[in-house]
């Protein structure tokens, strides 16, 4: 947006000291935590006197506007973009009696079904939505969820946009912005698989950011425009200029496994830090020599009887980061299925699916379909997850995709 300007990076650095002295107020007693938070969110940081902003060390030689990276995970998903365009819809929807909180309670509860490797957090995204969390969300004005929730929750929000919720022209631009904030989120999934050129992604992005901001601000006010509707757009400013996708998702998983290995670390002072990353380098090195380059069967495999050279497992992950495992519905162009076989032949990974046809569109993220009565073999690096699915009692499939 033409309107958002970059602070000269000395004002940048007075910000922050500004942000020091609140807290160190704040720790003397001197000043109230509602006023520290206030500065906090003016700012838009919570810098302390002992961290990576506040070095006069690092300020000597970094210019922290010009190497910070923004996190897409954060910026969109947690308190972000997304998760104020998915409430406000949810409030629009609420405030003229055309659908509530319950009702997107209940619609969760539906036997909605999520791939094996998010099925248990999946199963419960109801749960943001029932008494206690409702009044939780009502409060606070924003939706009260994990980020890795709201990436699976998301989609759900939407299908029950465009198909549960009643068609009603007062609430039109509010499902407008809400479709736009995730079409967003889209185009940064599908740049994080490698789906689309990251280039091309940076565009898209800045275009769906742009419509959105700008409808937000015709509907919502400025006051809606927080800082982190500026982050979005240095991300696609990010795309742009990088080879991949930034994703806190990654690092922070590096964090777990780091930490598993530090809380077993006793060494004390100077050796502390060697020991955990001696335990780090050997469990990679470990992971490297069991694994394909992060491709490949997962779990117990077994051979596949008269087919020499071919093995068998419940799970696979393909080389473009694909996760399937039996039981999973995925798609390969024009055509869904369920996976009954995953298995590797000659290094090449295939799932063995048994396909369903498609029937009707619900929407252009959603669709019925039914089982053709037909078993094919496909190539791992050619099939794309769907988000959820419903098997209806008469066996019809309705699939939900991003």
């Known amino acids: 947006m033409s309107q958002f300007s970059r602070w000269p990076e000395q004002d940048f650095r007075d910000a922050i000291d500004i942000i020091v002295e609140a807290r160190r107020r704040f720790t003397e007693g001197q000043l109230p935590k509602a006023k520290l938070e206030l500065v906090e969110r003016a700012y838009g940081f919570r810098a302390t006197a002992d961290g990576v ?11 922290f506007q ?14 972000g973009v ?3 365009a998915a409430w406000r819809m949810i409030d629009a929807l609420e405030q003229r009696g055309l659908a509530s909180q319950n009702d997107i ?67 039109a631009e509010n499902l407008r912005c809400f479709e736009l904030a ?32 700008a409808l937000s601000i015709r509907l919502h ?22 080879t991949f996708v930034f994703d806190a998702f990654v690092i922070e998983r590096l964090h777990l496994r780091i930490r598993a290995i530090a809380d077993n670390v006793k060494t004390p002072g100077a050796g502390f830090e060697r020991a955990v990353l001696s335990g780090v380098v050997n469990a990679h090195s470990r992971t490297a020599s069991t694994s394909l380059a992060g491709a490949g069967l997962v779990g117990a495999t077994a051979g596949m009887p ?11 992950e393909s080389s473009t980061g694909v996760k399937a495992a039996i039981g999973d519905v995925v798609s390969r162009g024009a055509y869904m299925g369920t996976v009954v076989a995953c298995c590797m ?20 993220n959603a669709a019925v379909w039914s089982a053709a009565g037909v078993r094919q073999v496909w190539n791992a690096t050619e099939i794309s997850e769907c988000v959820c699915w419903q098997i209806a009692a008469t066996g019809q499939l309705t699939a939900l995709w991003m």
């Open 66 to 79: 010009e190497v910070i990276r923004y996190d897409w995970v954060h910026t969109m998903l947690a308190d």
């Open 53 to 63: 902003l506040s070095s006069p060390q690092l300020r000597d030689s970094v210019n």
């Open 345 to 364: 032949e000659d290094g090449d990974l295939f799932v063995v699916v048994d396909v369903f046809s498609k029937d009707v569109d619900l929407s252009q």
């Open 306 to 316: 008269g087919a020499p050279g071919a093995w068998l497992s419940d799970h696979v």
């Open 182 to 213: 995730c079409n967003a989120v889209d185009i940064l999934l599908l740049a994080k698989r490698g789906s689309i050129p990251m280039v091309e992604a940076g565009r898209r992005l800045r275009v769906a950011l742009s419509d959105h901001t």
């Open 221 to 242: 006010g400025a006051d809606s425009v927080k800082p982190k509707t500026h982050w979005a757009f240095d991300i696609a400013d990010q795309l742009e200029a990088s």
């Open 82 to 84: 997304l998760t104020n």
């Open 105 to 171: 309670h209940h619609f969760l509860r539906e036997k909605w079904v999520m791939p094996a490797h998010r099925r248990n957090q999946g199963r419960a995204l109801w749960r943001i939505f029932d008494g206690q969390s409702a009044t939780h969300n009502k409060n606070a004005e924003t939706i009260k969820c994990a980020a890795s929730e709201l990436l699976t929750l998301y989609s759900l929000l939407r299908h029950f946009a465009r198909c549960r919720a009643p068609r009603d022209e007062r609430v």
